[in-house]
């Protein structure tokens, strides 16, 4: 079944400012990546785009010194034809979080769990409702928020 995996090194070797104190200024930073998505089910057999696809993404920045959000993550699924008269649609969900660098005292990271549905109505036009709900996982103003929407999109 098919499947992507990426992974990735970064090096910088420019001056960039503490984030606690501005006027301090620190030689380069390292950062690492890894991304991959694989089908594990595909009911109709081989050569069809209908299934399951699973997905995963990480990176890391190695000096939190110079990186507000030196920490991401994410996970999710997507469906394709998840209702047999509808191969082309998708249904997904994922799980998104970043961390703040231990610098950074004003940044405050959230969560993100989201869902949504693609219905191809046509080749024309594709329409996707979708909710997230956000959520921080400590500060003092702590505020979480569900949100809900439809996106349109037209292709001419």
């Not at 509808?86 to 940044?107: H, Q, V």
């Not at 409702?129 to 569900?146: C, D, I, L, S």
């Amino acid at each position: 079944m098919p499947g992507q995996f990426s992974t990735g090194y970064v090096r910088n070797n420019n001056w960039f400012p503490h984030l606690n104190d501005p006027l301090q200024r620190a030689n380069g930073y390292s950062a690492a990546y890894v991304m991959g998505q694989q089908m594990v089910f595909r009911p109709d057999g081989p050569g069809t785009t209908r299934g399951a696809t699973v997905w995963a993404a990480w990176s890391s920045n190695f000096k939190d010194v110079v990186s507000p959000i030196p920490l991401f993550w994410g996970a999710g699924v997507s469906y394709q034809g998840l209702i047999p008269s509808r191969k082309g649609d998708l249904l997904s969900g994922c799980l998104i979080r970043t961390e703040p660098s231990r610098y950074a005292s004003s940044i405050q990271t959230e969560g993100v769990l989201e869902f949504n549905y693609q219905w191809n109505h046509s080749r024309f036009l594709t329409i996707m409702p979708h909710g997230q709900y956000f959520w921080q996982k400590e500060g003092v103003q702590k505020r979480n928020a569900t949100v809900l929407g439809l996106q349109l999109a037209i292709t001419l």
